[in-house]
């Protein structure tokens, strides 16, 4: 997997994803206490926990050049949320493995806007990166995230659903689903009419 110099700025025709900064602050912290938003984690954030997730993805992407970039609307400015790809961090059976994930602002959904940016992602994930295979999970009641999932191309198999780590035993999100795609198979797809 390469490294990339300089973090790019990913556009798409509605969407710009690109590094954070100090203004997406107060949106994200205001997204991360959202219970709508936070369904399926195991709680709200709070103002310090979620400047601390920003502070992680935006090391990551000054680091490698890449990660879980913080998203705009291109026509406005207007910080709607993050989509990116992200190394996995947990120990699984499909570890090592970069996801592709996504978390909006709730008056952003049912927009098209998580499929567009993930699209675009997935895009950068496997012509510059050159990644062999890019996952995605959530709980398994998660219907919205794991409907994108499948608009992007990717694939379940329920014998690589898998009790998160991080989630205690019993807790009712702890089981996971996984989905996966091949960039043999995404380039496949590139060229069908």
């Known amino acids: 997997m390469k490294n990339i110099e300089h973090p790019p700025i990913i556009r798409t025709d509605r969407l710009i994803l690109r590094q954070w900064c100090s203004e997406d602050l107060e949106p994200f912290a205001s997204m991360n206490a959202d219970p709508r938003v936070r369904e399926y984690f195991p709680g709200l954030q709070t103002k310090e926990e979620s400047n601390h997730s920003i502070s992680l993805a935006s090391n990551h992407i000054e680091k490698f050049g890449w990660g879980f970039w913080a998203a705009s609307l291109a026509e406005t400015g207007e910080f709607i949320g993050f989509i990116g790809l992200e190394d996995v961090y947990f120990q699984a059976k ?100």
Not at 136 to 150: P, W
Request: hydrophobic share 35%; net charge positive; with cysteine.
């Open 94 to 193: 499909f570890v090592p493995a970069v996801e592709i994930g996504w978390r909006l602002a709730f008056k952003h959904w049912g927009k098209g806007y998580a499929t567009e940016g993930a699209l675009a992602c997935l895009r950068y994930g496997f012509e510059t990166l050159n990644l062999n295979e890019i996952v995605s999970f959530t709980a398994v009641e998660n219907t919205k995230s794991r409907a994108v999932m499948q608009k992007i191309g990717m694939h379940h198999d329920s014998k690589d659903d898998f009790d998160h780590p991080k989630l205690p035993e019993g807790h009712p999100l702890r089981r996971h689903v996984l989905y996966r795609l091949e960039r043999d198979e995404w380039k496949k797809k590139q060229r069908a009419p």
